[in-house]
């Protein structure tokens, strides 16, 4: 009992040999989790109070994680991510809406688009890793598979290509790779 007393009131714990941080930030109930990863300090809320509870949700974060960056997504600042560019992008679009530059019908399958498809296979990597090897494995695992028709192909490129024509207008990326489709 005096053993879960101190750890109540500690406000860092080191799980899994070090590898994992348990922590509690002041001023909230609720406990924090981190770990480093390539100069990075990756980290998020558990969303539990309670030490034991989050120390559990902590180890399952951590494991999935872990598991997405041996399948190959790697780590980014989630300022640098295609998802932040994504919708930085969208927001743009809102406006040009809402300034009678583009339809609505447009922005609406955009954002169909970048939510349904771009952002679960690009959302995680960091937009200077996109590059033409990244496209192709999105092909093969996601256009190819359903026998996309080449204005499908094509307007997955499009989505890719705003989303890099907004962050190189905002100054975040000098250069927008070029990304090749093989024609039949």
């Not at 030490?51 to 951590?62: D, F, L, P």
């Not at 994680?65 to 399948?71: E, F, L, N």
């Not at 300022?79 to 992008?89: P, S, V």
Request: proline share 3%.
């Amino acid at each position: 009992m005096a053993k879960q007393a101190t750890l109540q009131n500690d406000t860092k714990i080191e799980v899994l040999d070090g590898k994992l941080h348990v922590f509690r930030r002041p001023n909230t109930k609720y406990w924090w989790c981190g770990f480093h990863v390539k100069g990075l300090y990756v980290r998020t809320s558990t969303k539990c109070a309670e030490i034991n509870a989050a120390t559990e949700a902590a180890k399952q974060w951590y494991f999935r994680k872990q598991g997405a960056m041996d399948a190959g997504v790697p780590h980014a600042r989630k300022e640098t991510t295609f998802n932040h560019f994504a919708k930085l992008a969208l927001q743009d679009y809102e406006q040009m809406v809402a300034n009678g530059q583009r339809s609505k019908t447009y922005l609406r399958g955009l954002k169909l688009l970048i939510d349904n498809d771009l952002s679960k296979f690009f959302g995680g990597y960091a937009l200077k890793a996109i590059n033409q090897q990244l496209w192709h494995k999105y092909m093969q695992q996601r256009l190819i598979p359903r026998n996309a028709a080449p204005s499908t192909v094509h307007t997955h490129l499009n989505g890719i290509r705003i989303v890099f024509r907004r962050a190189k207008l905002r100054g975040e990326v000098e250069t927008t790779p070029v990304f090749l489709t093989e024609r039949k």
